[in-house]
T-cell receptor
Framework: NAGVTQTPKFQVLKTGQSMTLQCAQDMNHEYMSWYRQDPGMGLRLIHYSVGAGITDQGEVPNGYNVSRSTTEDFPLRLLSAAPSQTSVYFC??????????FGPGTRLLVL | DQQVKQNSPSLSVQEGRISILNCDYTNSMFDYFLWYKKYPAEGPTFLISISSIKDKNEDGRFTVFLNKSAKHLSLHIVPSQPGDSAVYFCAASLTGTASKLTFGTGTRLQVTL
């Protein structure tokens, strides 16, 4: 039982490049989310999904796309990377209200 | 507009003493509160939570207190241990908002020997 896995662990992009951050969970939880963590800002919600085929925007969705074709996977796409997207990205899943389980994070540097 | 605030960026406590981490919120509609602990290069891990219908929840060395009239919650760690050194985030949610947690900015706790 791996919980929530994220790949890659670290990525360097040039401005304008695109990439997909992968997130997978093996807990069969319906709810999944993406957060970004920036210094002095805490964690901010980017997008979330309440089940396969259903996604919605969070607090800071601009510049990011998501899709949810299966319960297990919730990839986050950066269409045209900008330096402002330099951050640490966390994926999470939740089975009930008690808690969310976070992945180990992806550290992204956009030059 | 920061709806969940942790005004102390850092806190240093001696081993064995009590650590008190504070959190304030502005949205009176929040009805569920959580504390997460985060070590460097790892994702946050759930620590303890409290519903707005309660004013206290205890789990071992960790106790969360909620004062709804003051819109304030605190996390008490007794006794503090060196392994408790981490960044602590409080978070809040509203009923019916699915996965949406609003996080504070975090407090770095250092427990010294």
């Amino acid at each position: 039982n791996a919980g929530v896995t994220q790949t890659p662990k670290f990525q360097v992009l040039k401005t304008g490049q695109s990439m997909t951050l992968q997130c997978a969970q093996d807990m069969n939880h319906e709810y999944m989310s993406w957060y970004r963590q920036d210094p002095g800002m805490g964690l901010r919600l980017i997008h979330y999904s309440v089940g396969a085929g259903i996604t919605d925007q969070g607090e800071v969705p601009n510049g990011y796309n998501v899709s949810r074709s299966t319960t297990e996977d919730f990839p986050l796409r950066l269409l045209s990377a900008a330096p402002s997207q330099t951050s640490v990205y966390f994926c999470a899943c939740r089975g009930g209200r008690e808690t969310q389980y976070f992945g180990p994070g992806t550290r992204l540097l956009v030059l | 507009d920061q709806q969940v605030k942790q005004n102390s960026p850092s806190l240093s406590v001696q081993e064995g003493r009590i650590s008190i981490l504070n959190c304030d919120y502005t949205n009176s509609m929040f009805d569920y509160f959580l504390w997460y602990k985060k070590y460097p290069a790892e994702g946050p891990t759930f620590l303890i939570s409290i519903s707005s219908i309660k004013d206290k929840n205890e789990d071992g060395r960790f106790t969360v207190f909620l004062n709804k009239s003051a819109k304030h919650l605190s996390l008490h760690i007794v006794p503090s241990q060196p392994g408790d050194s981490a960044v602590y985030f409080c978070a809040a949610s509203l009923t019916g908002t699915a996965s949406k947690l609003t996080f504070g900015t975090g407090t770095r706790l250092q427990v010294t020997l």
